[in-house]
């Protein structure tokens, strides 16, 4: 990958990594449905400035699993009792299924190099989970997976939408699906199912929380990470993911006063391990260190 779009991999990751910090907040004054119905109204506001960029089948089909399924399901998972330190952990899952569906559906396989680097950061959720208290209701971790397994499902659709789709419109377009399921969802579930009392009602940290959401979190963030697995193999792009529990983790404990201890930091260094394996272009760098050795016989060759 060039260094631009590892840059930008990263930013939209740390941007993430800040949501995690923003669901419980949105939570203090909304129910799970009604801040899926918020963010995606919100996001989908500059639809009337935005050409449709690809067929309703596509729109519909990312916009049901990238953003419908995913955060509703999520939503849930975190007003049923998932901690926000941990749900930036469970989510991020979606990166080892997203290798897998790509294998199985495009036959494009990790490398030997990628899939070490998927084993050390998968040992770094691991531990991470690990510091998690063992009081999690079992319904909120199958919804957090089913949220990433949908997230899975919702990039590797991206990645067979064709490269002149412009990603960021795409995402406007694509946020006109989860406000219908998600408001039905607001009728069954909601004792009070009215947004507009729900708005009038609401903090100004719970209102700043869903602007967040619904403009940086959703058209920018994912509009890069479209771009991003269009340009490049699954197993390229997946894991910068990774770097949204390291964020979550520590921006939750800045904010919130969540504090980790060696084990997690272990687990944030696994995270981050894995992603220099996978990430940094080793054959290239042998061959510069080669080519320097070359011109100055004097320096220790490189190590083989």
Known sequence: MKVRDMALA????????????????????FTASQMAVLR????ALPVVFVARPAPWRTILAVGATLLTGQFLL??????AGLPPGLASVTT??????????AAVVLREYPTRRQGVGLVVAFTGL???????GVDLPPLALVLAMCAAMSWATGSILLRTTPRGVAMGPLMVWCSLVPPIPAYAASLLLDNDASLIGAVQHASVGSLLAIVFLGTLATTLAFGIWGHLMQRYPSAAVAPFALLSPC????AVALIFGERFGPLRAAGMAC???GLVVVVLPWPQIAARAAALWRRDPACPPPST
């Open 10 to 29: 990263a930013l939209a990751n740390v941007i993430w990594g800040f949501t995690y910090v923003a669901y419980p907040i949105a939570l203090e004054s």
């Open 40 to 43: 995606f109204v919100l996001a």
């Open 74 to 79: 999520l939503f849930f998972a975190l007003a």
């Open 92 to 101: 991020q899952m979606h990166a080892f299924f997203a290798v897998l569906i």
């Open 126 to 132: 691991v531990l991470i989970g690990l510091t998690v």
């Open 247 to 250: 964020t979550g983790v520590v």
């Open 271 to 273: 995270i981050l391990a």
